[in-house]
């Protein structure tokens, strides 16, 4: 599905709702309302919102992927992060990620935290080859199954967007080795 197509980021639009609602409750048990993301995008000055976006030569571009964060002073919280399960595995989740925490870095967050559940293994080592720690598990967080979630930190953003090698390129089967998502990482887009 990703062959003989390309994958922008770009900030997320009122008109990319429909599609941030299907892969939201394709991807969570407990999927946010739309008014949250509404909200987020049309009066969150602190909210970083942004899609993923797979353009190929038969169709225009559709909606694959989609973060949303918060600044809180210096801190990026990574509120929700999820790609439609058609386009998993091949480094989308890694390009948004990484170009938000640049976002949030020129914004002033020095660091980032996010919840991750304790069963979500494939989220965890995305979080993990970027840095971010396992500091504590908060018991019980999900509503809908009492299952823990993960508190994870990344304590120094700076080191992170400085850093010259390549995070989980071998992590896609993207023949492109992520080459998009690292123009985009240094600004190049």
């Given at each position: ?49 942004w899609v993923a976006e797979k353009h190929s030569d038969d169709k225009g571009g559709i909606v ?72 504590s598990r908060r018991r019980r967080y999900y509503r809908d199954n009492n299952e823990d979630a ?40």
């Open positions: 599905m990703i062959e003989n197509s390309k994958i922008t980021f770009r900030e997320m639009r009122k008109d990319d709702l429909d599609s941030v609602m299907v892969i939201d409750h394709l991807s969570f048990q407990m999927p946010w309302p739309e008014s949250a993301y509404r909200h987020d995008l049309m009066n969150n000055a602190n909210a970083i919102l694959v992927g989609m973060i949303d964060v918060w600044l809180v002073q210096e801190e990026a919280h990574i509120a929700t992060l999820a790609i439609h399960p058609d386009y998993r595995g091949h480094g989308i989740a890694a390009g948004l990620l990484r170009k938000v925490l640049f976002e949030s870095f020129q914004l002033g967050a020095r660091r980032a935290m996010l919840e991750v559940r304790a069963s979500n293994h494939a989220a965890q080592t995305l979080y993990k080859d970027f840095g971010f720690k396992v500091v993960l508190l994870m930190n990344l304590d120094n953003l700076e080191e992170l967007v400085y850093r010259k090698d390549e995070i989980s390129a071998e992590r896609t089967d993207n023949n492109q080795k992520l080459s998009d998502v690292n123009s985009v990482w240094r600004g190049e887009e």
